[in-house]
């Protein structure tokens, strides 16, 4: 999508309050900026009439030179966006003499869709042409695009030529017949009064829209009120800047905020008493509740599941490991492999027994809630109990410290500091203990995504003091994770601005704050910027002190199976210092399957 800030007059003769402009519309993420040129003297030959009068006034009023017009395109080019002028007569384009080629792209206006003369001369400067079609019927329309297939980088803009142009006038369906009939690039010069019918005009097809830019809707320029102020334009480029990814593929994909919350929302079966191996399944031994943990009723139907092979605890979710034999534990060659490379997968307090008994593998990292950090809290040794003291353990602190607040330790809220500093204390004193029992040194990750006030750089400066003083200093340092942009809080899509940009790299680097860097996240967050991934790496790995690896694709596709993503060949990863956790996104379930897969792929290829 192309979004072009039509400056026109709005600029009210100013060179810096189109500086201005420019400004913002570089901010909003606009692809180009276009001017409107008319010569000093002698466009307007007769005034008599009152429109006639007003416009020549205005024009008059607003009149930016040649020179200065130059000066802006360069300022224009220089916030990465394409500059352009329009010309009511080639006369004009003198004015600019052999600099004209200084600008990118040229547009014919409305009034004169039908100046043959005016286009051919225009089209050959060589620039891509915009050709608006506003204030003519259809059989003109036509005649101007037949008169100009010849011309080979052109794209048409249907447009209405009010000022502004009241809601249900628009005929957004003629965009479409435009492009069957031109076969060309098909945008919309828009002038309404509601900038959000821009986004109609997306919808059906629009590659370009070009929207007036000014200070003040509420102005005295005669164009204000058909414009869009910086508030309204910056929405619109964000909106129509995300279209594509808006429209999709044609295809229906479920992302994991969705499995997850399809998760928290749906039901399955659970056990209403303990039910015994080689036992059938009923009503009367079980029961639809939430969350869906395990299987429905038209699961087990489609499967053709009847008895049980396994014995199922009373309150528990029935799942597929129960229709199933045992797993038998991980190879022996491959958990060498693991303990070679010190690979290490994520556990939760209720699956340690069952995930250490299939990978007895020597490193795990312990990825707690806040429930089962108030359980640690409440009693350490019950807690400690759970786990096989003699593997190596890092802990990841939860997202949440309850089911309403992310943690932010360093919040104004007092309830959301407090309890992100009480999650964080048990963490470190969780960290004491096991390395106290274990012998082997505990480190410690969190994702902390919440700004400050004061802006970023005082955000990780105190962020990074509060670290090294409840951490490093007690003797168990902790590590803020690498975020991916679009974080899944709460079942929906969260934009995060703290770990995952190019600023945020620099930032890093310039107070040398050590990370935990998870390749998943660093590839979506760079994806998301549109930067190459293993750039983004060689800046951060010096800082590195925790590994997360997995695959990922896009902006939110996160750790998926080995080779189906933008990681290529895992193999450089493995050798490098430390410990590195593979997270398989739910890689847990069914007794670690996911676990099981990746480390049978790492163990093959490169064991």
């Not at 009439?49 to 008059?60: A, K, M, P, T, V």
């Not at 329009?86 to 003499?97: I, M, N, R, V, Y």
């Not at 060659?333 to 693991?338: E, S």
């Not at 040194?441 to 003083?469: A, C, H, M, N, W």
């Amino acid at each position: 999508m192309k979004v072009i800030a039509e400056l026109g007059i709005n600029h009210r003769g100013s060179s810096e309050t189109a500086e201005e402009l420019i400004g913002i519309a570089g901010e909003a993420g606009a692809w180009g900026v276009k001017f409107q040129y008319r010569a000093k003297e002698g466009f307007y030959q007769a005034t008599d009439e009152i429109g006639d009068e007003i416009l020549s006034s205005e024009i008059d009023d607003n009149y930016l030179s040649p020179e200065k017009m130059l000066q802006l395109a360069a300022l224009i080019k220089r916030n990465g966006m394409a500059a352009g002028v329009s010309f009511f007569k080639f006369q004009d384009a003198a004015d600019f003499g052999e600099r004209i080629h200084e600008f990118d792209f040229f547009k014919i206006p409305s009034a004169e869709l039908l100046n043959e003369d005016l286009i051919a001369s225009v089209a050959k400067l060589g620039k891509p042409l915009i050709l608006s079609t506003g204030g003519h019927a259809e059989e003109d329309i036509f005649t101007a695009i037949e008169a100009t297939r010849h011309v080979a980088d052109i794209t048409y803009l249907h447009c209405i030529s009010n000022y502004p142009v009241l809601l249900g006038n628009q005929q957004m369906k003629f965009i479409q017949t435009l492009q069957e009939m031109s076969g060309s690039p098909v945008g919309y010069s828009s002038h309404d009064q509601d900038w959000e019918v821009c986004l109609v005009a997306a919808a059906n097809g629009a590659t370009v829209i070009e929207r007036h830019l000014t200070m003040d809707k509420s102005g005295r320029g005669i164009d204000d009120s058909s414009s869009s102020d910086p508030e309204e334009f910056v929405r619109l480029c964000r909106l129509l800047n995300a279209c594509n990814d808006i429209q999709g593929n044609g295809q229906r994909e479920m992302n994991q905020g969705e499995r997850v919350n399809m998760q928290n929302l749906g039901s399955c079966l659970y056990a209403t008493r303990d039910i015994e191996a080689g036992e059938a399944l009923s009503v009367e031994n079980t029961a639809v509740k939430a969350p869906r943990k395990g299987l429905t009723w038209g699961d087990v139907r489609r499967r053709g599941f009847t008895t049980v092979r396994r014995p199922v605890s009373r309150g528990s979710a029935l799942t597929e490991l129960h229709f199933s034999e045992n797993k038998l534990p991980l190879a022996e060659n491959l958990v060498a492999f693991c303990d070679e490379k010190q690979i290490s997968i994520p556990i939760r307090l209720h699956d340690a027994n069952i995930l250490q008994a299939r990978f007895p593998i020597l490193n795990n990292e312990l990825h707690l809630s806040y429930q089962e950090v108030r359980a640690f809290r409440s009693s350490m040794d019950e807690g400690l109990e759970k786990l096989d003291l003699g593997r190596r353990y890092s802990i990841h602190i939860p997202d949440y410290i309850d089911s309403k607040t992310l943690i932010d330790p360093l919040s104004d809220d007092d309830h959301t500091a407090d309890g992100s500093r009480q999650i964080v204390q048990t963490c470190v004193d969780l960290a004491l203990r096991l390395s106290e029992r274990t012998g082997a040194g505990v480190p410690i990750v969190g994702s902390f995504s919440r700004l400050r006030p004061e802006g970023k750089r005082q955000t990780y400066l105190q962020l990074q003091e509060y670290l090294d003083r409840w951490g490093r200093q007690a003797g168990a340092p902790i590590y803020p994770q690498w975020l991916p942009r679009i974080a899944w809080y709460f079942g929906g899509a969260d934009v995060l601005d703290m770990f995952c940009g190019a600023d945020d790299i620099e930032i890093v680097n310039e107070i040398g704050m050590e990370l935990c860097l998870d390749l998943s996240h660093l590839i979506l967050s760079a994806n998301y910027a549109k930067a190459r991934w293993l750039d983004w790496y060689e800046q951060l790995l010096p800082l590195s002190r925790h590994l997360h690896i997995a695959d990922a694709t896009g902006i939110d596709g996160e750790g998926i199976e080995f080779g189906l993503g933008d990681l290529g060949d895992p193999a450089a990863f493995l050798d490098l210092p430390g410990r590195k956790v593979l997270e398989v996104w739910q890689g847990h379930l069914s007794e670690g399957d996911g676990f099981d897969h990746a480390i049978r792929q790492l163990g093959e290829n490169h064991g």
